[in-house]
Structures are given as C-alpha cells and as structure tokens.
C-alpha cells in the first residue's frame, strides 16, 4: 500500500504546499502588508517573497505585527 502524502509541511527543511492553489492564499503570501519579507509557497516547495514589502517599503516597515 502506498504511502499517502502530507499536502503542507517540510522537506529537508524547506516547506511545501501541495493544496489546490487559491487567490486567497496567493495574496496572503506574495502581496500582504502584516507578513514578513519571505514566506513559504502559496502553492510548490520553497520561498516566496512579500512584493507589497518590496515595492512599499516604508509602509511595510511602519505596519509590521509580525516582529512584535
């Protein structure tokens, strides 16, 4: 019997994200002004980056939960 699959957790440390890719997952993490500048995958394995942090830096800074 074959063995059934995690669809979110870590490989070698990297996280993966196997689920049925979404909008709203996609924007929670490449376009969200209270998520750090690198996240996990909306959907594959690896990282991607917060582009509301890259192109509005400063709001971004001032707007940060995350680090509290």
Do not use: C, E, Q
């Not at 890719?21 to 394995?45: E, H």
């Amino acid at each position: 019997m074959a063995k059934k699959i995690k669809k979110v957790g870590k490989l070698a440390g990297v996280p993966y994200d196997l689920r049925k890719p979404n909008k709203t997952r996609f924007l929670s993490r490449v376009w969200n002004p209270n998520a750090p500048l690198i996240n996990p995958r909306w959907w594959g394995w690896g990282y991607d980056l917060n582009f509301y942090a890259i192109i509005h830096p400063k709001k971004w800074r001032k707007n940060k939960p995350f680090n509290k």
